[in-house]
């Protein structure tokens, strides 16, 4: 039985699992879990996971939240190859070290930067004041040259000659605020071009898949048309902002 992966592609660690699982011919069920429709938070979902945030995998009676935690369930169940997760010591070392600050530093501020630019103006009806997005602009940019300076530095990849899980998940992470339309590329050629070889290892079909949503993010007031605005998206918002 494949595994089971609990997904919505507008989340970023969702699509790392996904062009995961499927840039190693893993076999899986898409299951979606729509988000913006508030799905983690019905009883189907709760019965998977009472954290309430996807991605999920199933793997028969084993579920594993986290992300990072079930990329490294399949590295080492699917014996993926060794590029992803270095068995040499000093390669997984720095695998680990991007996995471990990423989650304060590029994920942080770059949701931030998506969620004020797309997601509060559609919540409040409102902009968000020029001083408070300038400052999380500044940290994500901040974030990105520590990226490129220390992480990246002149190699293809972070560890050096291959793609790593570390890759991976720092790409779903910069195109979460660059599907807002911040062109975070334009003036960064040296990230630019580890994006396209990035994707180019993926494979840009699974890549565009993955990023469709996101990309087209300009969309989601039809969304929200269809489906309204769920309540918990307000308070989320007033719990993570205020
Ligand atoms: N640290 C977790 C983060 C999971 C997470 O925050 N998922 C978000 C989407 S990116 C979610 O499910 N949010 C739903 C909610 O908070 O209502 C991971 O890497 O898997």
């Avoid at 969702?14 to 995961?20: D, G, P, Q």
């Avoid at 580890?194 to 840009?204: D, N, P, S, Y």
């Amino acid at each position: 039985m494949p595994v089971e992966l609990f997904l919505d592609l507008f989340s970023q660690p969702c699509r790392s699992v996904f062009l995961f699982a499927k840039a190693n011919n893993i076999p899986f069920e898409f299951k979606k879990v729509e988000l913006t429709a508030g799905e983690q938070y019905g009883d189907e979902f709760g019965k998977i996971s009472i954290l309430r945030k996807v991605p999920v995998m199933r793997d028969g009676n084993f579920i594993l939240t986290e992300s990072i935690a079930i990329l490294m369930y399949m590295v080492q169940k699917f014996t993926t190859p060794d590029h992803w997760y270095p068995a040499d010591l000093e390669k997984r070392a720095r695998v680990d070290e991007y996995l471990s600050w990423q989650h304060t530093a590029i994920r942080l501020h770059g949701s931030k930067v998506f969620w004020f630019r797309a997601m509060v103006p559609l919540i409040t009806g409102a902009e968000v004041p020029k001083e408070k997005m300038d400052s999380a602009v500044e940290d994500l940019n901040t974030s990105l040259k520590f990226f490129e300076e220390k992480f990246l530095q002149d190699r293809p990849f972070i560890t050096g000659e291959k793609i790593s899980l570390a890759d991976l998940v720092a790409v779903v992470e910069i195109l979460q605020p660059f599907g807002t339309g911040l062109d975070l590329f334009k003036d960064r050629p040296k990230l630019s071009a580890w994006k396209e070889r990035v994707k180019k290892e993926l494979g840009a079909a699974a890549f565009d898949e993955a990023h469709e949503g996101i990309l087209n993010a300009h969309n989601l007031p039809q969304t929200f048309e269809k489906n309204g605005m769920p309540e918990f998206l307000k308070s989320k918002l007033q719990k993570l902002f205020n």
